[in-house]
């Protein structure tokens, strides 16, 4: 699976957007791009996914660059809650019917204040 | 999302005992289950994957004979870890993959070995 590349941390101020980048220049053409959050003491909790297009659902908006080189996770009006460490992870999509491992990397660190 | 839990969410135990935790997809059937590691200020580590029916695909370094799975059905898997030593107090999470290979994962259980 393709590494990433991610800051180790950032800060956003409540009510604003939380632009989170993520660099994976090394993606292959069938590695989709999925992001997770942990917060403190909790188990990842699943955000969002791609492979090529642009994403949104109720959590956040996923905004992948044409090349599939970087891809953003887009938080529109964070709050304190969404203080965690987000990781960025690329890999392969399993065989029908199964799933395939994830590899966590560093993450960043999201500090939300006030 | 598809919940995960796992039971119990933290033990205390002495040195040389055995001690279970169990990870169930309440939502979902999960033919694919993950068992991971994290130590404090770490990342997730991947120890084993387990798909049901069959044994448990360890990760290097990993001994199997100490840390055994099973998965036994669509909704359950288990780990034992056996003799529990100080060094093996950690926090113990467990991941479901869906159908669609979006993979959920439970709370998390922290074991501390005295």
């Known amino acids: 699976d393709a590494k990433t590349t991610q800051p180790p941390s950032m800060d956003c101020a409540e009510g604003r957007a939380a632009n989170l980048p993520c660099n994976h220049s090394?993606?292959?053409?069938?590695?989709?791009v999925y992001w997770y959050r942990q917060i403190h003491s909790q188990g990842p909790q699943y955000i969002i996914h791609g492979l090529k297009n642009n994403e949104t659902n109720e959590m956040a908006s996923l905004i992948i660059t044409e090349d599939r080189k970087s891809s953003t996770l887009i938080l529109p009006h964070a709050t304190l809650r969404d203080t965690a460490v987000y990781y960025c992870i690329v890999r392969v999509a399993g065989r029908p019917g199964t799933a395939s491992k994830l590899t966590f990397g560093t993450g960043t660190r999201l500090q939300v204040t006030l | 999302g598809a919940v995960v839990s796992q039971h119990p969410s933290w033990v205390i135990c002495k040195s040389g005992t055995s001690v279970k935790i169990e990870c169930r997809s309440l939502?979902?059937?999960?033919?694919?289950m993950f068992w991971y590691r994290q130590f404090p200020k770490q990342s997730l580590m991947l120890m084993a994957t387990?798909?049901?029916?069959?044994?448990?695909?360890?990760e290097q370094g990993v001994e199997k004979d100490k840390f055994l799975i099973n998965h036994a059905s669509l909704t359950l898997s288990t780990l034992t870890v056996t003799s529990a030593h100080p060094e093996d107090s950690s926090f113990y999470i467990c991941?479901?993959?869906?159908?669609?290979?979006?993979?959920?994962f439970g709370p998390g259980t922290r074991l501390t070995v005295l």
């Open positions: 939502d979902f059937q999960a033919t694919t």
């Open positions: 991941s479901a993959g869906t159908p669609t290979d979006t993979q959920y």
């Open positions: 387990s798909n049901e029916g069959s044994k448990a695909t360890y």
């Open positions: 090394t993606i292959s053409g069938n590695e989709y």
